[in-house]
Structures are given as C-alpha cells and as structure tokens.
C-alpha cells in the first residue's frame, strides 16, 4: 500500500513503525540522551525512537522541542524518519536542523506499530510492506 502526503524534508529511510494516535511532544516528551518517550499521556510511553519511523498525528508543546529533535539526532538515537497527519513548526523546525526524512499529511490510522515500512520523502510517499 502507497500512501501520499507531502515532503517536509528529504531523503529515504525503512524501519519498522512506531505509531502514537495521539500529538506527540519533544520537550519533556522524549529523552534526547535515550530517545524513550517519558511523555505521562503518551500511548507509547517507555517506547524507543531510535531507529525507528515515528508516526503521529502531530506534535504539541513547547519550541525547544525542535531542539531535542536535534539533540536526539546528535545522540544517536533518533527515528530514521518522521511521519505526521499535520506538520506543524516544531516538529518540522526539528526535522529539518537535524536532516530527518519528514512527511505530512499522511492518514497515520492506516499505519500500525511494528509494521515495515518505506518513507520516500522527495516524493511525499509512504510504502506499508503487507
């Protein structure tokens, strides 16, 4: 299955999805020196970016999230790419300084945990390996 969205940053990236159906925040949310989620509301909570193409609907919080996104790069242990329904600054701002694959506007109900896929970020696609 091929899903559509547009690009936010470039490049290419596969991995097995980490998917949250609920707004995702970096300040506080996630640990930049570990990448696991601490954030009390997430549905992936104690869950590990590293690695992995993070999918959520959109972010939320603080500007300095942007930053984490950045640290969490320096560190070693962010995701291999971004998937959002709705790109908003923060996490865009973040994907970018950090050269993270990121595409938007992606129907992230259709994307499950744990599945293979494929995110080609100069085309704005989505492969879900079934």
Known sequence: MILKGRRITKG???GVALVSKKPLSFLGGVDPNTGEIRDAESDIRGESVRDKILVFPRGK???VGSYVIYQLKKNGVAPKAIV??????IVATG????EIPMVDGI???RIKSGQIIEVDADKGE???EE
């Not at 959002?84 to 600054?89: D, R, S």
């Not at 994907?95 to 950090?98: K, P, S």
């Open 12 to 14: 290419k990236a596969k």
């Open 61 to 63: 919080g603080s500007t």
């Open 84 to 89: 959002v329904g709705e790109a908003e600054t």
């Open 95 to 98: 994907a970018i300084i950090a």
């Open 107 to 109: 129907d992230v109900s």
């Open 126 to 128: 989505i492969r879900i």
